[in-house]
């Protein structure tokens, strides 16, 4: 399945439209780039066995209470409220009935593996199955191909891709050298059934990238910060994922 023109066309907002009093990954912020008609990147974790949209394995940063994610059912992280706002963790569910096909949604299954490696657990299960029914402009990535492969497997029809970096190791200290190496060099995106990648904004001279983007696959890059970062971007990527600033239409 191949990527939509509409993840090439539309800039996408990075965790939704947010600041300003709007948090990360909040209903408020997916409202907010569906009001300015940005597509939105999202991202998730597992709370007893069903997907929610939050980045942090922890709480600390966003709600500031203590606790894993993982470790909490939804109800009780519907109680926990993002930056002192009245925003709470919405489900991957509320997303998308909120969403409801309006704009395109990029959804990134957080690795769970800790060291991107196949002990990645069943998320990839629950997301699926929320997405079976959905019907909108829909893709969804992973920084571990373990996961994007038991993704495809199990919903071939739904676009995949890898999120991408050069994996510096001042950035992925707890993964092993060869595994970054490995990594950095997108060796896995044939085996995993990708059609994309979404790619570190401050790597996108990579080889393998340029060798990917030559054979006609999509380029979308992270996280742009300015429109002078854009239009550096935008010479090698096909489209962006912003925040902070008013990406180009």
């Known amino acids: 399945m191949g990527l939509p023109d509409a ?23 997916a ?19 069903e997907p929610v949209v939050f980045h942090d394995y922890d709480l600390r940063r966003l709600t500031g209470t203590d606790g894993l994610v993982a470790s909490l059912e939804p109800d009780a992280l519907s109680a926990r409220r993002l930056l002192g706002t009245d925003q709470s963790i919405p ?10 096909g309006r704009v395109p949604l990029l959804i990134e299954i957080k690795d769970q593996d800790m060291r991107l490696g196949p002990q990645i657990g069943d998320l990839h299960r629950p997301v699926a199955e929320a997405l079976r029914t959905y019907d909108g402009p829909v893709a969804v990535m992973s920084f571990n191909p373990h996961v994007a492969e ?3 497997r199990i919903a071939p029809d739904i676009p995949v891709g890898l999120t991408t970096c ?14 970054r190496r490995h990594l950095a060099t997108i060796a896995d995106f044939d085996r995993c059934g990708a059609c994309f990648i979404s790619h570190d904004k401050n790597d996108l001279l990579n080889p393998r990238v340029d060798a990917l983007k030559a054979v006609g696959v999509p380029v979308l890059c992270w996280t742009i ?15 962006i994922t912003f925040e902070g600033y008013s990406a180009m239409r």
Do not use: K, M
């Open 31 to 49: 409202q907010a780039a569906i009001d300015a008609g940005y597509a939105i990147e999202l991202d998730i974790q597992p709370a007893g066995g």
């Open 225 to 239: 910060r300015s429109p002078e970062e854009e239009a550096v971007a935008r010479r090698v990527a096909d489209n």
């Open 166 to 179: 050069g994996f510096p190791e001042n950035d992925w200290s707890g993964i092993p050298e060869e595994r």
């Open 91 to 100: 489900t991957l569910r509320q997303f998308l009935d909120l969403v409801a």
């Open 150 to 152: 038991a993704f495809h």
């Open 7 to 29: 993840f090439l066309t539309i800039p996408i907002a990075h965790r939704g439209l947010h600041g300003h009093g709007i948090p990360e990954n909040s209903l408020a912020a």
